[in-house]
Nanobody
């Protein structure tokens, strides 16, 4: 099973930036899509962004489009989420995902990381 380790979360003031990283433990996910979803207290998990294996296609949730950018480094088995112009409503636990099917919805084959907390102050 693929092990995913997220990093880069923390506390930032509104309008600031953070960069999340997601490192996969092995190359078994070759050909998979990667991305993030997030979950705020009392809310359902929400799709944030995804990227296909080659890095040529990306998808974003409506609430982050134009502010967040997803990218990946296949040589390092790592995906990145650059988050700019952060808002208090972006506060959530961000979960990295690896999925054999690339898209805007995660399939039943998705694997999740443990999550990293992002807190945006007003």
């Amino acid at each position: 099973q693929v092990q995913l380790v997220e990093s880069g979360g923390g506390l930032v003031q509104g309008g600031g930036s953070l960069r999340l990283s997601c490192a996969a433990s092995e190359r078994a996910y070759r050909g998979y899509g990667m991305g993030w979803s997030r979950q705020a207290p009392g809310k359902e998990r929400e799709f944030v962004a995804s990227i296909n294996w080659s890095g040529t296609k990306t998808q974003y949730g409506d609430s982050v489009k134009g502010r967040f950018t997803i990218s990946k480094d296949n040589a390092a088995n790592t995906a990145y989420l650059q988050m700019d112009r952060l808002r208090p409503e972006d506060t959530a636990v961000y979960y990295c995902a690896v999925d054999p099917i690339y898209g805007k919805e995660w399939s039943s084959g998705v694997s999740w990381g443990r999550g990293t907390q992002v807190t945006v102050s007003s």
